[in-house]
C-alpha cells in the first residue's frame, strides 16, 4: 500500500499550558490530513486564516 505523511506543529512556550499546546497540534494535523495528506501544516497557519493578509507561502506544504 501507499505510505503517506502528515504532520501538524506548533511552538511549545511557557506561558501556554502544554495540553494547549498538544491540541493546536492535534488541530493542524487533522488540517494536513483534509488538505490531502503529505503536508506539513504549522498552526500559526490556522490562526491566521480569517486573516485576509495572510501571506500565501504561509500555507500548508506539499511534502511529495
Known amino acids: 500500500g501507499t505510505v503517506t505523511i502528515s504532520i501538524g506543529v506548533t511552538q511549545m512556550r511557557r506561558d501556554v499550558f502544554h495540553i ?3 491540541e ?3 488541530k493542524a494535523l487533522m ?3 483534509a488538505d490531502g495528506r503529505n ?3 504549522f498552526c500559526k497557519e490556522i490562526q491566521g486564516e480569517a486573516d485576509q493578509n495572510a501571506a ?3 500555507q500548508s506544504v506539499e511534502m511529495f
Open 56 to 58: 500565501p507561502h504561509l
Open 31 to 33: 488540517k494536513s490530513k
Open 24 to 26: 493546536q497540534a492535534d
Open 20 to 22: 494547549t499546546s498538544l
Open 39 to 41: 503536508r506539513v501544516t
